[in-house]
């Protein structure tokens, strides 16, 4: 769990630094129209995923106490994925240059998402 855990965290913390590559390289003309679209989905997008990542995180808290670990696994490494995947908005947008604001807002929603959905290997640690 800590290794899998580990590696969505390591994959978040390395999204700037891919997107500072990428607009270095290429940079799409500005659209502000597209970027207002964009804006507005992945702020959807992002309430709807963390919805359904929470589902899946108590899902395998349940499911840990009753089947074995490795399927409870299958419902945090969602969990965690989906948690993830908001960063990779703060990727789209940041491409098409929005507020620093905003696409700040993507990458610290999704690190607290994982963050907080830390393994059950984590919690008993303490």
Do not use: N
Request: glycine letters at 8%; one cysteine or more; hydrophobic letters at 55%.
């Amino acid at each position: 769990q800590l290794v899998l855990w580990g590696g969505f965290v390591v994959g978040v913390a390395l999204y700037p630094t891919a997107l500072m590559l990428i607009v270095h390289q290429w940079r799409p003309a500005y659209d502000g129209d597209l970027l207002a679209r964009l804006q507005i989905e992945c702020l959807v997008a992002g309430v709807v995923q963390t919805l359904v990542a929470y589902w899946f995180f108590r899902r395998g808290e349940r499911l840990l106490g009753v089947a074995p670990e490795p399927k409870a696994l299958w419902s945090f490494a969602i969990a965690w994925a989906l948690g993830e995947a908001i960063g990779l908005y703060r990727l789209l947008i940041g491409l098409w240059r929005a507020d620093p604001e905003l696409s700040t807002l993507f990458f610290t929603w999704s690190i607290s998402l994982i963050l907080v959905f830390r393994p059950p290997a984590a919690r008993r640690r303490r």
